[in-house]
Structures are given as structure tokens and as C-alpha cells.
């Protein structure tokens, strides 16, 4: 980016006027003016800029996000802004004199040309503004479009603005920058010289080879061939061919090469004489001025006839030797091939389907129609050889006379009625909506359409969005075809685009001690460019950005990488700051698909829907029938029936995914998904060098912050997070009001991470004995019945005896969640052994796995509400003892009145935990 003393120097040299030197600071000072829209159902993209070292974010993934790639890789574009300004345009309207326009833009430019602002739009839109105000916008002899009131305000701040047809990206070189992209990484190792040099010799040697030949035949890897096109070793046209189908990848020694080439393999045309002479019956040609006609054809012999009649047998072998002398010459007119109007035909679908049925019957495959019918197809489709001329004599005539028979009075009326009763939010039926209808006209003193034409005449009238919501609306459509076969949406390349999602699995499982833990959570990632799965999380915990990062954990532990761009739905933990930084950190693209729109995602949609369908569904316990409960017996309830386990289920998906539905084959390649990567791979190039290291560093990264990044350090209690201090020796060197990065452990509620000066501790919780062996879930749901319990019954005293002890008996080992503990020590078991837990070895949570069963579990609300009650008589006697002057100890508050006293107490250190033995079928 320039510095305050360039920007003054471009300033200078362009003569930019005092406005506009104003308008650029504030762009280059504030940054976009807007958040993120996602109007008209686009994609929105964030995309990590190395140019502007920022994320840049796109409105749109067809329009803006094009430009955005193409400026990031031009040389010649020094900074580019997205949503940099808003223009306050007075324009001029064709009908209401002056008007008012907010206009914001889509990029503003700074090039080494100039200062440039930049509006995208689709070609479409383009002219549908074109032919609502010429006065504004028009397209020139050149093809550039203009939009005159923008382009004479910018031109007064000295900017230059320019209006873009979508249409005008460089489609096919933006997806080979993308595929190319990976090789101007800064880790990127070097091809080797002799590489290059022995391919530089096969192409002296013979111009242009197959990709696919130096691959498998001459064995260069794919990785050396494409750093050599990228570094102009070799060449291959990045403007007109895809690097990624390589299959037709030819490349070339040099550019003269390659044009030579494609000049070479154009088909030449042939000189034909002034008119080709075809030997039929009929044919008629000149010979020596005199007029003939061929009578008849055979294998050796002509027979012709002059003009008095008479006949003469002519060798072939002479007819065709004085043709090629020209002395021969054929008056024929030669035959132009008629162009039909192949769009009408097709649209009119009824009459092209009447007229295919007339021709069959003709053909004699069908017979129920009258000899008087047959005679008159007859002599419409005589003297027809085409099939396409008799399918056009075989359509029926369309009457001229369209216009309705109902008076506009009555079909105003109508359309009024549905507007008004039909295509509203109760969604009516067709016959209330006529009895409206009805009444509407003999108000009007109208006779109604009768009930079967209003039937007929509303079906095209239904608004399904209007009716029954915009998701109904978009179940009911149609499904288009959108694919962009340029820039491919699922990607081309393994780890390229990566569809990540959750969903709740219908099964109940079970617990060492609680038998029903319920439904876990199943987060998912999909490869697009393979349809096959690349990790999974699976976990009690409801959806959020703690699974995302563990999906990611598991990604990286699987692979060693990461995906280049992620794409996600709409849900809050995916629009998280932590999520965000997490992918500027490692170069990664986010694409959030449109809202309430599936189909975006449909891979990763599918993938879920058939482990449902082949796994869960296989299972006992599986609450699929859940889904209609009046229809199930109480036999068959899954409550009944629960057998699995957390970690027995974890190993049953992760079975299927990657041994069963990877190794399948797959119908959208003809071989397994496995046997795909590895093609690819070897084609394409592998690509080692984005490799990411699974280790604690990495595991930091995929923990979460609570709420704002940093925070600010107490030199004597360390750093403040959900409500405690926690602490490291190292923090006592703290600076006045110095701030430091803070994550949490989910897998221990103990311990917290400060980045403190370059370097990661483990704070450890002040005062924190009831968290030991605490999971950081288990805190947020016991902090949030304390905050309950502060509200109800401490809000008179917050500093009594009382209240003190009151907060104390809230964090006893009685009222802790039994079936919330074991649903976390399960999923602690899983992935402790999978290595996905603690991110520092000083962070080991003691007790993770052990679980202390009550002999009489309790109501956690029954243990709050008895503590809340018991304050009051403690005040009392406080009370009583001070106006005798005696000081009373408070009492200690135990166990609700139904437990025993032994029981309620806390159990010491040295007292043993008692850990459930484990079922052989328990994985």
C-alpha cells in the first residue's frame, strides 16, 4: 500500500482537484462505507487480499468477486477498495424533472494510470437500465457502457469512472489464477533447473506435447509443469485454455508455437466450382450450348434427352471427364439449405406435439383418426421430403383472434380479488377466493366468469411466495441450471472448496450410568471437487464455532492441510471474529451461500442425508420414527431400545465415510472418489508445499475466544474471563493496563491462554476448586442457573454472611449436572484419544475422566431453590445475636431436606473417584 508522502506525490502529477484528494483519504482512512449485503439471492464472499494484507469482501460471486481477483493479480493496480464511497447524485429524470440518487460503487482503484472507480453490473440489468434511461446509460461504438450523471460527478474530483459488464471478466484466465495460485506461495519450493531444462529440449524437438503424455509418459510431475507455465518456460495461452482440463492441454515451446499451431489446424476451405453438377433424374446442364436433360442414372451408362425428345446413352466415365473440363455445364440452381426458426418451433409446444402425432399417423402408427383428416394431412405435407417442412405444414393453425371474450371490467375485477383474498398469508382455497369473487360483482352489478374458467384463469395467477413464504416458494421452482462452467463453483482441485455444515442425528444414545444422554450433533466437511467427506465432529454440545474449529482440527489431523475457501450457511458462529481471523491467518476464502437456499450447499446436504439414510437408520435406538410420533407404538420407541455409544458411533461414521463411501464408486466420476484424488493429484500436481503442521500451535489457533480477543492484564490477579480471574506467574511482569490475546479451553474450564509478550501461558483459575476437572461447557450452563439464582435471591444483600455462603453452596458437587458431566466426559474419551484435546500439555484436564455418580441423583432447581430459601433464617438469627451482642457463625448450608447429611457433603481430596467400569460393546 503507499504511504501518505506517494499518494501526495500521485496527487501532484495527476493535478487531482482539493475534493478529491479529500474523497481518497476518507476511502483509504474508513474502508467500505456499508456492510456486507446480500440483496437479489447472491453469494457473498469474504477474500483474503495479499495485495491490500486484508480481507476484501464481495457482494457477489459472479460480479464483484471476479473484478476483485483480477486487480488483485494485475501489476498494474496498486490498491483496489471495495464499497469505497456513497455519491450524492442530483439526476436528471425524464418525467418528474430533478431527483436524488444514493449511489455506492462497487471498487475504487488506484492504478498507475489513475484514480479509477468502478461499477459492475450484469449485462442484463445493463440494458434493462438502457431502456428505461437512455438519458443516463448507453453503450458506445466501443462496447463500453456509460453512466453519464456518476462519470461527470467523479470527473470533478479528478476520478475516473468507469461501468463493467459482467460479461467482460476474463472468465477462463481468472480460473487458471486461481488454479495457479498455490504456486506463488511464499513456500512454494523451487522446480528443479535440469527439470527445465529437459523439457525445454522435447519441445525443441518436436514444438507442443500432450500434458498428460509429459506426465505419464516422460514422467515430469504436474507441480514442475505448471510453476514452468507460470514462470513463462513454456507456454500455454491463459486467456483461451483451462489449465485444469487436462486432457486437452497441449503445452506449447513458445507463443509463435502455439499460434502456428492453431493457424495449421484450422480447416481449410475448398474452391468449388460456380455450381456442382449432381447425376439424378431431372437434371438439366449444357453442352456446347445445347440444353440436356438426364433421364436416368446407372452403374456405367447416362441417358439423357435433348430438347426435340430424343434419347441418348452417354458412359458416365465421359459425363464426368467433361464436367472437370468445364465444357460441361449445369444449370441446376444450386440448392440453399432453408434455416427454420428453430426457437419458435420449439416454444409453441402444444402445436409442435399435434403436429408429431399428425406425421406418425401419416407413417401409419396410428389410425383412430378420419379418412377425411388423412386426406387433408395428405395434401399439406405433399412435395415435403424435410421432415422439418412437413412438421411445419403439420402444425395447426392459430386462430387470429386472441383477444378474451371477458370484459377488462371483469378481469380488472378478478385480478383485484386475488391480489386482495387469493395471494395473501392465509392462503385460501380457490373457492373461497370465487365467492369473493362473486360478491365483488354483484356489487359491481357484473355477471361473474363462471367457476370452471375462474379456475382455469387463477392457476396463472397463484403467487406461491405470496401464499406460502419464500421457502415454499423455492421448494416449488424450478431447479435452474447456474453452474459456471469457466470458474466451476465446487471447485477442481482436493482441498479446493470445502462445504462445511451441521445437523442433529436422529439416535439416542447411552452413557456408563445415565441411559439416555440424547441426540448428538453431526459437523461435517465436504470436498466439492470430490463429494467425499474430509472430517467430522461429533458431540453433544449444540452447533457452533467450538465444532467448527474441532472439524477443522480434525481436517488438518486427518490431511496436514486446509481448504482454500469454506463455504457456509448463515448461522451466527460462522460470521464469528474467531472464524474470521482464524482464515486470514492461513489464506482462506469464505463463501456464504444464500439464504434459505439449500441447493447451494447440495453436496454437503446429500453426504447428510445418506449417512442418515445408510447408518443411522441401521442402528438401534434411531429416532427416525420420531418424525411422525402418532404413528408409532409404544413397543417400538426408541427410548426403549438405545444401545450405542458417543464413541461407538464416532467409529461407525468415521467407518463408512472413509472406508465404505470413499471407496465406493462414484456415479458422478465412474470410479471411486479415492481413485479420483489420486488422478488428480497426479495431473494436476500435488501441491505439498500448503501443508499445515497438527501440532499445539495449530490446536491454540482451533480454540476459541470468549468474546473480545483481548484483554486487559491485573498485574496482581491476572486476566478476567466469564466472571474469574486466572492467573500465571509470568503476569506479575505485566505493564499498566498492557493488553494480551485470551482463548479458552473448552476441555477445561480450569485453565485459559494468554499470549503474553510472543509467548503462550496457561493461566490457571483463582479460586478454582469447583472447577477442577470442569469442562468449559459444563460452566457456561452452571453459571447461567447461578445468575438465576442471584436474581431471585440475593439481590437484598450482596455482601451479608448470608449471600457469601448462599454462593458458595451453589458451586457443591451435589448440584452439578449428572447427565450434562457424562455427556461431556464421553466426548472428553473420544477425542482425548484421537489427540484433538488440550491444546498445551499444561492445560491436562485431571479428572476429565472421571465420574462420581450421586447414590440419589438431584434436581438442580430443587438444590437452588432450597439454598435460595434457607438465607432468611440466617438473618434472623444473626440479627437476634447482635442486639445481644454474641457473634454467631452462619451455619453451612447442606443438601436439599430429602438427602441425608453424610451425602451432601463435598467429597475430600483424598477421597477416591469412582469411574464406571466400560461395556465390551461400549465402542
Same mark, same amino acid.
Given at each position: 500500500?503507499?504511504?501518505?508522502?506517494?499518494?501526495?506525490?500521485?496527487?501532484?502529477?495527476?493535478?487531482?482537484?482539493?475534493?478529491?484528494?479529500?474523497?481518497?483519504?476518507?476511502?483509504?482512512?474508513?474502508?467500505?462505507?456499508?456492510?456486507?449485503?446480500?440483496?437479489?439471492?447472491?453469494?457473498?464472499?469474504?477474500?483474503?487480499?495479499?495485495?491490500?494484507?486484508?480481507?476484501?469482501?464481495?457482494?457477489?460471486?459472479?460480479?464483484?468477486?471476479?473484478?476483485?481477483?483480477?486487480?488483485?493479480?494485475?501489476?498494474?493496480?496498486?490498491?483496489?477498495?471495495?464499497?469505497?464511497?456513497?455519491?450524492?447524485?442530483?439526476?436528471?429524470?425524464?418525467?418528474?424533472?430533478?431527483?436524488?440518487?444514493?449511489?455506492?460503487?462497487?471498487?475504487?482503484?488506484?492504478?498507475?494510470?489513475?484514480?479509477?472507480?468502478?461499477?459492475?453490473?450484469?449485462?442484463?440489468?445493463?440494458?434493462?437500465?438502457?431502456?428505461?434511461? @437512455?438519458?443516463?446509460?448507453?453503450?458506445?461504438?466501443?462496447?463500453?457502457?456509460?453512466?453519464? @450523471?456518476?462519470?461527470?460527478?467523479? =470527473?470533478?474530483?479528478?476520478?475516473?469512472?468507469?461501468?463493467?459488464?459482467?460479461?467482460?471478466?476474463?472468465?477462463?484466465?481468472?480460473?487458471?489464477?486461481?488454479?495457479?495460485?498455490?504456486?506463488?506461495?511464499?513456500?512454494?519450493?523451487?522446480?528443479?533447473?535440469?527439470?527445465?531444462?529437459?523439457?525445454?529440449?522435447?519441445?525443441?524437438?518436436?514444438?507442443?506435447?500432450?500434458? /498428460?503424455? $509429459?506426465?505419464?509418459?516422460?514422467?515430469?510431475?504436474?507441480?514442475?509443469?505448471?510453476?514452468?507455465?507460470?514462470?513463462?518456460?513454456?507456454?500455454?495461452?491463459?486467456?483461451?485454455?483451462?489449465?485444469?482440463? !487436462?486432457?486437452?492441454?497441449?503445452?506449447?515451446?513458445?507463443?509463435?508455437?502455439?499460434? =502456428?499451431?492453431?493457424?495449421?489446424?484450422?480447416?481449410?476451405?475448398?474452391?468449388?466450382?460456380?455450381?456442382?453438377?449432381?447425376?439424378?433424374?431431372? %437434371?438439366?446442364?449444357?453442352?456446347?450450348?445445347? @440444353?440436356?436433360?438426364?433421364?436416368?442414372?446407372?452403374?456405367?451408362? !447416362?441417358?439423357?434427352?435433348?430438347?426435340?425428345?430424343?434419347?441418348?446413352?452417354?458412359?458416365?466415365?465421359?459425363?464426368?471427364?467433361?464436367?472437370?473440363?468445364?465444357?460441361?455445364?449445369? %444449370?441446376?440452381?444450386?440448392?440453399?439449405?432453408?434455416?427454420?426458426?428453430?426457437?419458435?418451433?420449439?416454444?409453441?409446444?402444444?402445436?409442435?406435439?399435434?403436429? $408429431?402425432?399428425?406425421?406418425?399417423? /401419416?407413417?401409419?402408427?396410428?389410425?383412430?383418426? &378420419?379418412?377425411?383428416?388423412?386426406?387433408?394431412?395428405?395434401?399439406?405435407?405433399?412435395?415435403? @421430403?424435410?421432415?422439418?417442412?412437413?412438421?411445419? =405444414?403439420?402444425?395447426?393453425?392459430?386462430?387470429?383472434?386472441?383477444?378474451?371474450? $371477458?370484459?377488462?371490467?371483469?378481469?380488472?375485477?378478478?385480478?383485484?380479488?386475488?391480489?386482495?383474498?387469493?395471494?395473501?398469508?392465509?392462503?385460501?382455497?380457490?373457492?373461497?377466493?370465487?365467492?369473493?369473487?362473486?360478491?365483488?360483482?354483484?356489487?359491481?352489478?357484473?355477471?361473474?366468469?363462471?367457476?370452471?374458467?375462474?379456475?382455469?384463469?387463477?392457476?396463472?395467477?397463484?403467487?406461491?411466495?405470496?401464499?406460502?413464504?419464500?421457502?415454499?416458494?423455492?421448494?416449488?421452482?424450478?431447479?435452474?441450471?447456474?453452474?459456471?462452467?469457466?470458474?466451476?463453483?465446487?471447485?477442481?482441485?482436493?482441498?479446493?472448496?470445502?462445504?462445511?455444515?451441521?445437523?442433529? #442425528?436422529?439416535? /439416542?444414545?447411552?452413557?456408563?450410568?445415565?441411559?439416555?444422554?440424547?441426540?448428538?450433533?453431526?459437523?461435517?466437511?465436504?470436498?466439492?471437487?470430490?463429494?467425499?467427506?474430509?472430517?467430522?465432529?461429533?458431540?453433544?454440545?449444540?452447533?457452533?464455532?467450538?465444532?467448527?474449529?474441532?472439524?477443522?482440527?480434525?481436517?488438518?489431523?486427518?490431511?496436514?492441510?486446509?481448504?482454500?475457501? $469454506?463455504?457456509?450457511?448463515?448461522?451466527?458462529?460462522?460470521?464469528?471474529? &474467531?472464524?474470521?481471523?482464524?482464515?486470514?491467518?492461513?489464506?482462506?476464502?469464505?463463501?456464504?451461500?444464500?439464504?434459505?437456499?439449500?441447493?447451494?450447499?447440495?453436496?454437503?446436504?446429500?453426504?447428510?442425508? #445418506?449417512?442418515?439414510?445408510?447408518?443411522?437408520?441401521?442402528?438401534?435406538?434411531?429416532?427416525?420414527?420420531?418424525?411422525?410420533?402418532?404413528?408409532?407404538?409404544?413397543?417400538?420407541?426408541?427410548?426403549?431400545?438405545?444401545?450405542?455409544?458417543?464413541?461407538?458411533?464416532?467409529? =461407525?461414521?468415521?467407518?463408512?465415510?472413509?472406508?465404505?463411501?470413499?471407496?465406493?464408486?462414484?456415479?458422478?466420476?465412474?470410479?471411486?472418489?479415492?481413485?479420483?484424488?489420486?488422478?488428480?493429484? /497426479?495431473?494436476?500436481?500435488?501441491?505439498?508445499?500448503?501443508?499445515?503442521?497438527?501440532?499445539?500451535?495449530?490446536?491454540?489457533?482451533?480454540?476459541?475466544?470468549?468474546?473480545?480477543?483481548?484483554?486487559?492484564?491485573?498485574?496482581?490477579?491476572?486476566?478476567?474471563?466469564?466472571?474469574?480471574?486466572?492467573?500465571?506467574?509470568?503476569?506479575?511482569?505485566?505493564?499498566?493496563?498492557?493488553?494480551?490475546? #485470551?482463548?479458552?479451553?473448552?476441555?477445561?474450564?480450569?485453565?485459559?491462554?494468554?499470549?503474553?509478550?510472543?509467548?503462550?501461558?496457561?493461566?490457571?483459575?483463582?479460586?478454582?476448586?469447583?472447577?477442577?476437572?470442569?469442562?468449559?461447557?459444563?460452566?457456561?450452563?452452571?453459571?447461567?442457573?447461578?445468575?438465576?439464582?442471584?436474581?431471585?435471591?440475593?439481590?437484598?444483600?450482596?455482601?451479608?454472611?448470608? #449471600?457469601?455462603?448462599?454462593?458458595?453452596?451453589?458451586?457443591?458437587?451435589?448440584?452439578?449436572?449428572?447427565?450434562?458431566?457424562?455427556? &461431556?466426559?464421553?466426548?472428553?474419551?473420544?477425542?482425548?484419544?484421537?489427540?484433538?484435546?488440550?491444546?498445551?500439555?499444561?492445560?491436562?484436564?485431571?479428572?476429565?475422566?472421571?465420574?462420581?455418580?450421586?447414590?440419589?441423583?438431584?434436581?438442580?432447581?430443587?438444590?437452588?431453590?432450597?439454598?435460595?430459601?434457607?438465607?432468611?433464617?440466617?438473618?434472623?438469627?444473626?440479627?437476634?445475636?447482635?442486639?445481644?451482642?454474641?457473634?454467631?457463625?452462619?451455619?453451612?448450608?447442606?443438601?436439599?431436606?430429602?438427602?441425608?447429611?453424610?451425602?451432601?457433603?463435598?467429597?475430600?481430596?483424598?477421597?477416591?473417584?469412582?469411574?464406571?467400569?466400560?461395556?465390551?460393546?461400549?465402542?
Amino acid at each position: 500500500m503507499l504511504s501518505d508522502i506517494e499518494l501526495d506525490r500521485l496527487f501532484a502529477q495527476w493535478n487531482t482537484p482539493e475534493a478529491g484528494r479529500r474523497l481518497i483519504r476518507e476511502i483509504r482512512a474508513i474502508g467500505p462505507v456499508r456492510k456486507l449485503q446480500g440483496r437479489m439471492d447472491t453469494v457473498r464472499t469474504r477474500f483474503i487480499s495479499k495485495k491490500m494484507a486484508r480481507a476484501l469482501y464481495a457482494e457477489s460471486r459472479t460480479v464483484e468477486l471476479p473484478a476483485i481477483q483480477l486487480h488483485e493479480h494485475d501489476k498494474s493496480t496498486i490498491e483496489l477498495w471495495p464499497q469505497p464511497c456513497t455519491f450524492d447524485l442530483m439526476v436528471q429524470s425524464m418525467k418528474s424533472g430533478r431527483t436524488r440518487v444514493q449511489h455506492t460503487p462497487d471498487l475504487f482503484l488506484i492504478t498507475e494510470t489513475g484514480f479509477v472507480i468502478k461499477e459492475l453490473r450484469e449485462e442484463a440489468r445493463l440494458l434493462g437500465y438502457a431502456a428505461e434511461r @437512455p438519458h443516463h446509460f448507453y453503450k458506445d461504438e466501443q462496447g463500453r457502457w456509460h453512466y453519464l @450523471p456518476a462519470e461527470e460527478h467523479c =470527473a470533478k474530483l479528478g476520478i475516473e469512472y468507469r461501468l463493467v459488464s459482467a460479461d467482460e471478466h476474463p472468465r477462463i484466465f481468472l480460473a487458471n489464477l486461481a488454479f495457479l495460485e498455490d504456486y506463488n506461495l511464499e513456500t512454494t519450493l523451487a522446480a528443479p533447473p535440469d527439470e527445465a531444462n529437459r523439457l525445454v529440449k522435447l519441445l525443441d524437438d518436436r514444438g507442443y506435447i500432450p500434458h /498428460l503424455e $509429459l506426465v505419464h509418459q516422460h514422467g515430469f510431475k504436474a507441480d514442475h509443469i505448471f510453476q514452468f507455465v507460470l514462470n513463462e518456460t513454456v507456454y500455454v495461452d491463459l486467456h483461451t485454455t483451462r489449465l485444469d482440463l !487436462v486432457d486437452d492441454l497441449l503445452i506449447y515451446r513458445d507463443k509463435v508455437v502455439a499460434r =502456428a499451431t492453431e493457424l495449421f489446424n484450422e480447416p481449410a476451405l475448398k474452391n468449388l466450382p460456380e455450381s456442382a453438377l449432381v447425376l439424378r433424374s431431372g %437434371t438439366r446442364f449444357l453442352y456446347e450450348k445445347r @440444353p440436356f436433360e438426364v433421364v436416368m442414372v446407372g452403374t456405367t451408362e !447416362v441417358i439423357v434427352r435433348d430438347e426435340a425428345g430424343a434419347s441418348l446413352h452417354l458412359p458416365l466415365q465421359l459425363v464426368e471427364d467433361l464436367f472437370k473440363r468445364q465444357m460441361l455445364i449445369s %444449370t441446376d440452381q444450386t440448392a440453399i439449405q432453408k434455416e427454420y426458426d428453430l426457437d419458435t418451433v420449439v416454444t409453441n409446444k402444444k402445436q409442435l406435439e399435434i403436429a $408429431l402425432q399428425r406425421r406418425d399417423a /401419416l407413417q401409419g402408427t396410428q389410425s383412430h383418426y &378420419s379418412k377425411r383428416t388423412f386426406q387433408r394431412w395428405r395434401q399439406q405435407a405433399a412435395g415435403l @421430403p424435410q421432415p422439418q417442412d412437413q412438421l411445419l =405444414a403439420l402444425m395447426p393453425d392459430v386462430g387470429s383472434n386472441r383477444s378474451s371474450r $371477458l370484459p377488462d371490467l371483469i378481469t380488472k375485477l378478478a385480478e383485484k380479488v386475488v391480489k386482495e383474498h387469493h395471494n395473501v398469508v392465509t392462503k385460501p382455497s380457490i373457492q373461497a377466493t370465487y365467492l369473493h369473487f362473486v360478491n365483488r360483482c354483484d356489487e359491481a352489478g357484473l355477471t361473474p366468469m363462471s367457476r370452471s374458467s375462474f379456475y382455469e384463469w387463477i392457476k396463472r395467477k397463484e403467487d406461491i411466495k405470496k401464499r406460502e413464504g419464500r421457502r415454499m416458494a423455492y421448494q416449488k421452482a424450478a431447479i435452474p441450471l447456474i453452474h459456471d462452467y469457466d470458474q466451476p463453483v465446487h471447485g477442481v482441485l482436493p482441498h479446493q472448496v470445502v462445504y462445511i455444515d451441521h445437523t442433529v #442425528v436422529n439416535i /439416542l444414545l447411552k452413557g456408563r450410568h445415565i441411559e439416555n444422554l440424547g441426540k448428538p450433533i453431526l459437523t461435517i466437511a465436504v470436498d466439492g471437487a470430490l463429494s467425499m467427506a474430509r472430517a467430522f465432529y461429533l458431540s453433544y454440545h449444540p452447533a457452533g464455532l467450538e465444532a467448527t474449529f474441532m472439524v477443522l482440527r480434525d481436517y488438518v489431523r486427518r490431511h496436514g492441510c486446509l481448504p482454500r475457501t $469454506l463455504v457456509l450457511d448463515n448461522g451466527k458462529e460462522f460470521h464469528s471474529e &474467531s472464524l474470521k481471523l482464524f482464515c486470514s491467518l492461513f489464506g482462506i476464502d469464505i463463501r456464504w451461500r444464500r439464504r434459505s437456499m439449500p441447493r447451494d450447499s447440495t453436496l454437503v446436504e446429500r453426504l447428510l442425508g #445418506v449417512v442418515e439414510s445408510e447408518v443411522i437408520s441401521s442402528l438401534e435406538g434411531n429416532s427416525i420414527a420420531l418424525k411422525d410420533p402418532r404413528m408409532l407404538s409404544s413397543s417400538h420407541n426408541p427410548n426403549k431400545h438405545i444401545k450405542w455409544t458417543l464413541p461407538a458411533l464416532h467409529g =461407525a461414521i468415521d467407518h463408512f465415510l472413509f472406508e465404505v463411501h470413499a471407496k465406493r464408486i462414484h456415479p458422478r466420476f465412474g470410479v471411486t472418489p479415492l481413485d479420483h484424488e489420486k488422478r488428480l493429484i /497426479l495431473e494436476h500436481g500435488a501441491r505439498e508445499h500448503r501443508m499445515v503442521r497438527y501440532d499445539k500451535i495449530f490446536r491454540l489457533l482451533t480454540s476459541t475466544q470468549p468474546g473480545t480477543p483481548t484483554r486487559e492484564i491485573d498485574r496482581r490477579r491476572g486476566v478476567f474471563v466469564d466472571g474469574r480471574y486466572y492467573w500465571n506467574p509470568k503476569l506479575a511482569l505485566t505493564k499498566s493496563r498492557e493488553k494480551a490475546e #485470551v482463548r479458552v479451553e473448552m476441555w477445561n474450564a480450569q485453565v485459559v491462554y494468554v499470549c503474553f509478550r510472543d509467548e503462550w501461558l496457561v493461566a490457571q483459575a483463582r479460586d478454582g476448586g469447583p472447577l477442577n476437572g470442569r469442562f468449559r461447557y459444563e460452566v457456561q450452563i452452571q453459571k447461567r442457573e447461578e445468575s438465576r439464582a442471584k436474581i431471585n435471591a440475593a439481590q437484598r444483600a450482596k455482601s451479608s454472611p448470608a #449471600v457469601a455462603n448462599k454462593k458458595t453452596a451453589l458451586w457443591k458437587p451435589e448440584i452439578w449436572d449428572d447427565r450434562l458431566r457424562e455427556q &461431556s466426559v464421553e466426548a472428553y474419551y473420544l477425542y482425548e484419544r484421537l489427540g484433538m484435546v488440550e491444546a498445551l500439555p499444561e492445560a491436562k484436564n485431571p479428572s476429565g475422566l472421571e465420574i462420581t455418580p450421586l447414590s440419589k441423583p438431584i434436581s438442580v432447581l430443587n438444590a437452588l431453590q432450597s439454598i435460595a430459601a434457607e438465607p432468611d433464617e440466617t438473618e434472623r438469627e444473626t440479627r437476634g445475636a447482635e442486639s445481644k451482642g454474641t457473634r454467631i457463625r452462619p451455619k453451612k448450608h447442606g443438601p436439599a431436606e430429602s438427602e441425608p447429611a453424610n451425602e451432601a457433603s463435598p467429597p475430600s481430596d483424598e477421597q477416591e473417584s469412582v469411574e464406571a467400569p466400560l461395556d465390551a460393546d461400549y465402542f
